[in-house]
């Protein structure tokens, strides 16, 4: 039997949108699902939004203000899409009021407010899940399918890049995004956070770090208004960036392997450039975010000279088969939040964990802080 499940989405900007439209999908593409979600609320405190996204998704009902969702007797779910400096708060209440959670990374501003909000989780007994939604690439799976079964050997080294160019333009508005109370440590939480996730994802825990961190463009125009993204302003007071435009940094595996994270969101000339490279003592496996259903892969026996052979992904590799009937169609960003979706969706139907956790999330906060650290004080830092 399909119970309906209503939830709400606190937060409609762009995130809050992809929210939306996931659960609008999941029906479609997981039709075997137990649970179908059904939009109740929408909260967003800047005017006009929430009725937009009302008229647009159907949502039941809107608000400004959060709290009045975690009173509704009517949400049972709800996802989390508002700035960072409102996850803990947001998340906490959320959780005591009984509320299933769906957040985004990276979970507030520091370990800290990652670990009270999976506290608070576990504390009412109510599932959460994060948006760490790279590992929901099919190439990703099949990857990590490789590493498992040992098929590259011994794993030796990983190199994993999230370059962007978002806050590329010296007019780039200076939002909550780069202010240290509000946006936490900048490229660190935005697309770190995703790195270190996949780095446990495809190798386990991280064992110790040494980064090393950079501000760019030191100031920015304050914003005269609302802002939606990445919003350019000109003419506004000049503030300071007051957190990291650009990371780097060497991991240690409790494995024994040894890999590389570096993060970017400056780099010009660079549109999402995700991916990684994972080194064994037998193989090797390549993925690039802007071909995501794409894996190259070198297996075999020749050590040197061996070459690489790239596999169209297709339904045999982790859900691509919900979304394309053979290989080399392509997927989209989108339909890995719908993988997300029904996740989180079927978490709650059936109480246990299908998909990234807040253990997940307190894991990448902490090595967040521990880059943190580390660039400060010019050395090694353990994370155990």
Do not use: W
């Given at each position: 039997m399909v119970r309906t499940l209503g939830v709400a989405v606190v937060g409609f900007g762009w995130m809050g949108r992809v929210h939306s439209q996931a659960y609008q999908r999941v029906g479609h593409h997981f039709?075997?699902?137990r649970v179908r979600p059904d939009l109740v609320a929408v909260a967003e405190e800047v005017p006009g939004r929430?009725?937009?996204a009302a008229e647009q998704f159907g949502f039941a009902s809107t608000t400004r203000d959060w709290r009045?969702?975690?009173?509704?007797?009517?949400?049972?779910?709800?996802?989390?899409?508002?700035?960072?400096f409102l996850h803990r708060e947001i998340g906490v209440a959320m959780a005591e009021a009984g509320k299933h959670i769906w957040i985004e990374k990276p979970v507030g501003l520091t370990a800290e407010d990652a670990r009270a909000v999976a506290e608070a989780v576990a504390k009412a007994g109510v599932r959460g899940t994060v948006g760490f939604n790279y590992r929901n690439a099919p190439a990703v799976a099949y990857a990590r399918e490789l590493i498992a079964s040992g098929d590259l050997g011994t794993v030796t080294h990983v190199r994993i890049r999230l370059f962007s160019d978002y806050a590329a333009h010296p007019d780039g508005a200076l939002t909550w995004r780069y202010e240290r109370a509000r946006g936490g440590g900048g490229v660190l939480g935005d697309l770190a956070s995703h790195g270190v996730d996949l780095a446990r994802f495809l190798l386990g825990d991280i064992e110790s770090l040494a980064a090393d961190t950079a501000v760019f463009i030191p100031e920015r125009a304050r914003p005269t208004g609302a802002t939606a993204g990445h919003t350019l302003a000109t003419g506004g007071e000049l503030g300071p960036v007051e957190n990291e435009?650009?990371?780097?940094?060497?991991?240690?595996?409790?494995?024994?392997?040894?890999?590389?994270?570096?993060?970017?969101r400056i780099a010009v000339g660079e549109q999402n450039n995700y991916g990684f490279e994972v080194h064994g003592t037998k193989g090797a496996v390549f993925w690039d975010y802007r071909r995501m259903g794409e894996l190259g892969v070198s297996l075999g026996t020749s050590y040197q000279d061996q070459p690489v052979s790239t596999v169209f992904v297709g339904p045999g590799h982790g859900e691509y088969g919900a979304f394309q009937p053979g290989a080399a169609n392509a997927?989209?960003?989108?339909?890995?939040?719908?993988i997300e979706a029904r996740n989180f969706l079927r978490s709650v139907a059936e109480g246990t964990a299908h998909g990234p956790t807040l253990e997940d999330a307190v894991h990448s906060a902490t090595a967040l802080d521990a880059m943190s650290r580390s660039a400060a004080q010019g050395s090694w830092v353990s994370l155990g």
């Open positions: 039709p075997q699902l929430a009725e937009e009045e969702v975690a009173a509704d007797p009517r949400v049972h779910a709800v996802s989390i899409t508002a700035p960072n435009d650009y990371v780097n940094c060497l991991l240690r595996f409790a494995s024994g392997a040894r890999g590389v994270l570096e993060a970017s997927m989209g960003y989108d339909d890995l939040k719908v």
